[in-house]
C-alpha cells in the first residue's frame, strides 16, 4: 500500500475484554515498531521487530501486552484483560532500516478506550 | 535510564515569533531524527541529522546537531499558524535496545 495502514482507527472496550490492533506496514519494509502515545504525551515505545531477527519486548508494559508479525509484514497487537490505563493512542512505524538510520513512517493510529 | 529529554514542553507564540525547541540525550548518538505531529495527527519525519556540528535547513526550520553528538535543536523563524503541532526528537539512545527513543515533545501553539 501507500503508507502504513492500521485497524480498528477507534476501538471501545470493555475492561477485562481482549483487544486485537493491526498494521500494515509499508510494502518491503523490514522494521516494523509499535508505540503507545497516551493524551498530550510522547511516544512509549512498546516492541521492535526486524526482519526476522527476535523481537524487542522490552517495552512492553506487562504481561497482557504481546506482539507478533506474521510473514515479516503484517503485524498484530494483543492487549488481554485490558484495564482502564491501556487506554491510549497505538502508533505502527515501519522502517527500510536495520540500523535506525532510516525515516519512520507512522499509521494514523488505533485509538483505544477502555471503559 | 537512558532517554531524550526535550524542553520546553510547550510554549505558545505570537504569529511571527521565532520558536526554538531543545532535545539533549544521555548518550552519544549515532544519528538524531525530528518529527512533527500535528493536533489528532501522526508523526511525520521532518530531518535526520548525523555529523556533528551539522546544521540542516528547510526553508523556515532550521536543524542543528550538536558536536557531542548528545544534542540537538530545532529553530523556527516567524513562525506561521502552520506550525502549531508538537515537534519530536528521536534517537538510537540504547545501544541495547534496536528501537529509536522518542523524545517527549514540544507543543508549539502559534497565536494569529
Known amino acids: 500500500g501507500a503508507g502504513v495502514s492500521q485497524s480498528p482507527s477507534n476501538k471501545v472496550t470493555e475492561k477485562g475484554k481482549d483487544v486485537e490492533l493491526r498494521c500494515d506496514p509499508i510494502s518491503g519494509h523490514t522494521a516494523l515498531y509499535w508505540y503507545r502515545q497516551s493524551l498530550g504525551q510522547g511516544l512509549e515505545f512498546l516492541i521492535y521487530f526486524q526482519g526476522n531477527s527476535a523481537p524487542d519486548k522490552s517495552g512492553l508494559p506487562s504481561d497482557r501486552f504481546s506482539a507478533e508479525r506474521t510473514g515479516g509484514s503484517v503485524s498484530t497487537l494483543t492487549i488481554q484483560r485490558t484495564q482502564q490505563e491501556d487506554s491510549a493512542v497505538y502508533l505502527c512505524a515501519s522502517t527500510t532500516s536495520r540500523d535506525r538510520m532510516a525515516e519512520a513512517f507512522f499509521g494514523q493510529g488505533t485509538r483505544l478506550t477502555v471503559v | 535510564g537512558q532517554q531524550v529529554m526535550q524542553i520546553p514542553q510547550y510554549q505558545h507564540v505570537q504569529e511571527g515569533e521565532d520558536f526554538t525547541t531543545y532535545c539533549n540525550s544521555s548518550?552519544?548518538?549515532?544519528?538524531i531524527q525530528w518529527y512533527k505531529q500535528r493536533p489528532g495527527g501522526h508523526p511525520v519525519f521532518l530531518i535526520q541529522?548525523?555529523?556533528?556540528?551539522e546544521v540542516k535547513k528547510q526553508k523556515r526550520l532550521t536543524f542543528q546537531f550538536g558536536e557531542a553528538k548528545k544534542n540537538s535543536s530545532l529553530h523556527i523563524t516567524a513562525t506561521q499558524t502552520t506550525d502549531v503541532g508538537t515537534y519530536f526528537c528521536a534517537g538510537p539512545v540504547d545501544t541495547s535496545r534496536r528501537a529509536l527513543t522518542f523524545g517527549s515533545g514540544t507543543r508549539l501553539q502559534v497565536q494569529p
Open positions: 541529522l548525523v555529523k556533528s556540528g
Open positions: 548518550t552519544t548518538l549515532s544519528n
